[in-house]
């Protein structure tokens, strides 16, 4: 099984290197405010057709990995 942290990636010429999904121009941090913010997993997979349900697992998970400081992705080197 795929490492759901895998589909987190850094760049420096996507969103200034803030953690995205699979280098698309979708930050962890948007999908984590439209989740906070009510959207459900339907909505926010309807308005970006092109993310799928792993990616917003891999965004919950991203996002625990921090506040527990238990964060095994390290940043590509810029």
């Known amino acids: 099984m795929e490492s759901l942290l895998q589909r987190i990636t850094f760049d420096q010429k996507v969103l200034r290197g803030k953690p995205v ?4 121009r979708i930050s962890v941090e ?6 906070a913010k009510g ?7 309807d308005d970006y057709p092109q993310l ?14 921090l506040v527990s400081g238990e964060t095994i992705i390290e940043r590509a080197a810029a």
């Open 21 to 24: 999904i699979r280098g698309l």
């Open 30 to 35: 948007m999908l984590l405010e439209l989740l």
């Open 39 to 45: 959207a459900s997993w339907e909505e926010i997979l």
């Open 52 to 65: 799928e349900p792993n990616d917003l697992k891999a965004a919950l998970l991203y996002a625990h990995d």
